[in-house]
């Protein structure tokens, strides 16, 4: 499912630099980690180098998946009403190809695609707004088949689809939501169903499912508004479930360590770490709302969660795992935002002004190691949209996004 890219071998001092693919919604193993090595340890004044600025990435907020010199994403056409999947060549950002797979999703907070596209073998895997399911050739972009959430029970939730499918095996796995089964097992080669999980029939949010083994049982972890459960890979049948107080959307993508699993939703909910017994019973080792994530994304390095927390005693926060308490928190130094990994940094970006942030992954506070603002930014983005999508690290480059306008930084030593 996920593909490792040694790149060549250079020297650096005593050091060796090493390039990791992004094939996914948050990375290999979805955790929003790169294991990449010999990048940038703190920025120039004005940051990184940009190395090249596409404006071909249509209205929306997916998010980026990159393999080898290719780069994934999705997008609305202006002013039109196609929905499209693009590849882009990762050295100049020009464009390989473009493919249009459905119809506009519409909504006020912005238009376009939410869905990062997945990419597994020869193929490209992507999800629009409203639901469409399309699986397209690497080569040239063409349709080898296309689904409709609807056909499988789906309804399309307020802000739209936005779950990143997961490939496992012969297997995609997505979330229609709905009566007939909230979950969905496809064959990737066809589209056929292979099972939908008949006992568990939430309606779908905004979460990706994520696969992992606890107690030696492989099982599909999923979040919803009222539930965190585990289903089968064979056939959909639920391992655990754990309740949950989600309200309005629940967003973020379930942490897994061991037996045990992270979650937390926006909208004053807060959240929890569940533990399963070696009989696959759930319980909660403890819940507080130290960690407030709307949608920037959570992220567990070594004992501690790092992202950002809402409210008003919010801002970017360590938290403990183990225990579940404030380690640190930092309201001051840059606005919400999302975040992500890669050799011993975090990258923060703020949603509202679109600055760019450096920081030590340490238990020891905010130590920076550079800052920048996104410039230029788009004048198409919904009054009531902000720069939503997350950072992605890749074979050394840094790619952010603010609607159609696509950016690419180099971080390699």
């Known amino acids: 499912m996920t593909r490792l890219t040694l790149c060549a071998f ?26 990449e090595t010999g990048l940038l340890q703190s920025w120039p004044d004005g940051g990184p180098k940009r190395t090249w600025m596409s404006k071909e990435g249509g209205l929306g907020y ?19 009403d196609e929905e499209f999947v693009i590849c882009l060549n990762a050295k100049d950002g020009s464009t390989s190809w473009k493919t249009g797979v459905a119809e506009k999703f519409a909504n006020g907070w912005g238009d376009g695609p939410r869905c990062t596209p997945t990419i597994e073998g020869d193929h490209c895997y992507a999800m629009s707004g409203n639901g469409t ?24 939730p307020f802000w739209g689809y936005c779950e990143s499918v997961l490939i496992d095996g012969d ?15 496809l064959n990737k080669k066809t589209g056929e169903t292979v099972w939908q999980s008949k006992d568990f029939t939430e309606g779908a949010q905004y979460s990706s499912v994520v696969k992992a083994t606890i107690n030696e049982t492989p099982q599909y972890i999923q ?42 939703s926006g909208y004053n909910v807060g959240c929890k770490v569940v ?31 790092y992202g950002y927390c809402d409210g008003r005693k919010g801002g970017w926060t360590c938290q ?15 606005g919400k935002g ?41 004048e198409n983005r919904s009054p009531r949209g902000k720069i939503w999508v997350h950072p992605v690290i890749a074979n050394g480059k840094l790619y952010l996004r603010d609607q159609e306008l696509i950016y690419c930084y180099d971080v390699a030593k």
Not at 249 to 263: C, E, S
Not at 320 to 334: F, I, P, Q, R, T
Request: hydrophobic letters at 35%; one cysteine or more; proline letters at 4%.
């Open 62 to 80: 997916s998010g980026f998946s990159v393999v080898g010199n290719q780069v994934f994403t999705m997008g609305l056409e202006i002013d039109g």
């Open 171 to 185: 297997n995609l796995i997505c979330t229609p939501g709905g009566k007939q089964g909230a979950i969905l097992a």
């Open 338 to 378: 999302a975040i992500a990994y890669a050799d011993g940094k975090f990258y923060c970006l703020s949603e509202q002004k679109g600055e760019v942030v450096l920081l030590d992954a340490s238990k020891d506070g905010w130590k920076e190691g550079g800052r920048f603002t996104l410039s230029p930014q788009t």
């Open 10 to 35: 250079c020297l650096l001092g005593t050091s060796v630099c090493s390039a990791d693919d992004w094939p996914q919604w948050r990375g290999p193993n979805r955790s929003d980690v790169s294991n």
């Open 223 to 264: 979040l919803t508004q009222k539930a965190l459960v585990a289903v089968s890979p064979k056939d959909g049948s639920v391992i655990w479930r754990s309740d949950w107080e989600g309200r309005t959307a629940v967003i973020p993508t379930p942490i897994v360590r061991d037996n045990m699993i992270y979650i937390s």
């Open 275 to 305: 533990e399963i017994s070696k009989d696959n019973k759930p319980s909660n080792v403890w819940q507080n709302k130290v960690m407030v994530n709307h949608h920037g994304g959570v992220i567990l390095k070594d004992d501690c969660l």
């Open 320 to 334: 403990d795992l183990k225990s579940g308490e404030a380690v640190w928190n930092d309201s001051k130094k840059l």
């Open 133 to 156: 399911l399309v699986c397209l050739s690497l080569t040239g972009g063409k349709e080898v088949w296309k689904k409709k959430m609807s056909d499988f029970g789906g309804g399309v």
